[in-house]
């Protein structure tokens, strides 16, 4: 959907109304309790998560979309009773348990050497050289410990799906494979628009919330709608590409890699300096790229779960809504 003159124009209005808003200061006994999400910023990890929780939620509710009825069946067999019966509420979990599990905290990203391109051997490994500890090794490792159910298995398969489903959409966030030395990003300090943050937010989060607001009148679901909508209409023929895997059993997922640090390369990072200003250009360029990349995430999750729990023979149909 080409956004218009009119979709810039509210927002320059939302703009305005947000400045007045932030020109409201704050009654005094007020400042203090506003003080304490302060402190917890400071306090909280430099690196960012993964997509933000909307971008996590959006890849599963597509890919919910695309399960065969075997494989919801297993999921929702598998889903923790908190889930609700539904696996995007749980596909931000990964982020929300990895400073308690401290091994998993560089299975959400990869690095590259400062290239354009990566190589599992090079680029999947911890800061201690551990290969396979990144978000590639990691998709791999969890879909085969998912092979396993209906088995006899030590592995606690809930938590193998929760892992596998977010670390999926992971992969598809370009900058989770950017340059090691700026950490997919993370040091480059950027303006959104006015609000001070940097690069590796503007892809986890600003551009989503960017949409959300001003395309898609603040709602997330709206905009899951639209992509489903664009799945079945302008996307549909990229479909079959997208499902492309010649690896079956060992997923895609080093292809989808490769893709990110393309993307990275040519949109991501391209143009952009430290303490620049993006706005509607950077904006306007690089939200195709995030959609896309979202659309792309659900339907591989799709097709990896589908794989797994309904066996090889789907790869013989087609990816179908249900
Ligand atoms: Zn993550």
Known sequence: M???????????????????????APPPHQRALLLFPLVF???????????????????CKIAEKYLSEKAAAAVQALLPESAG????????????????????????????????????SRDCHNSRGEQGMCVVGAINNYTEQLYSYGQKTSYNLT???MFLAHFVGDVHQPLHVGYEDDEGGNT??????????????????????????????????????????????????????WENCENKRATC????????????????????????????????TRYPVVEKRLAQAGIRLALILNRIFDGDKVDDIPLQVQ
Request: glycine letters at 4%; one cysteine or more.
């Open 159 to 161: 938590e193998s799906l």
């Open 85 to 120: 019966g539904e696996l995007s509420t749980v596909c931000p979990w990964a982020d929300q348990v990895r400073w308690h599990y401290h091994w998993s905290s560089p299975l959400h990203y990869a690095n590259t050497p400062q290239v354009c391109n990566f190589k599992y």
């Open 2 to 24: 080409p956004p218009g003159k009119r979709q810039r124009q509210r927002r320059r209005g939302r703009q305005e109304e947000s400045r007045e808003q932030r020109e409201m």
């Open 41 to 59: 910023l400071l306090l909280a990890p430099p690196r960012a998560d993964a997509w933000g929780k909307e971008g996590h939620i959006m890849v």
């Open 253 to 284: 997922a080093n292809d989808y890699a490769i893709e990110s640090i393309h993307y990275s390369c040519n949109y991501a990072y391209k143009d952009v300096e430290q303490d620049i200003t993006l706005g509607d250009d950077y904006f306007f």
């Open 188 to 241: 480059i300090v950027v303006h959104w628009y006015r609000r001070k943050t940097n690069l590796h937010h503007v892809w986890d989060v600003s551009i989503i919330d960017t949409e959300i607001k001003d395309f898609y009148n603040k709602s997330m679901d709206t905009m899951v709608e639209a992509l489903k909508t664009n799945l079945t209409g302008g996307w549909s023929d990229d479909i079959t590409q």
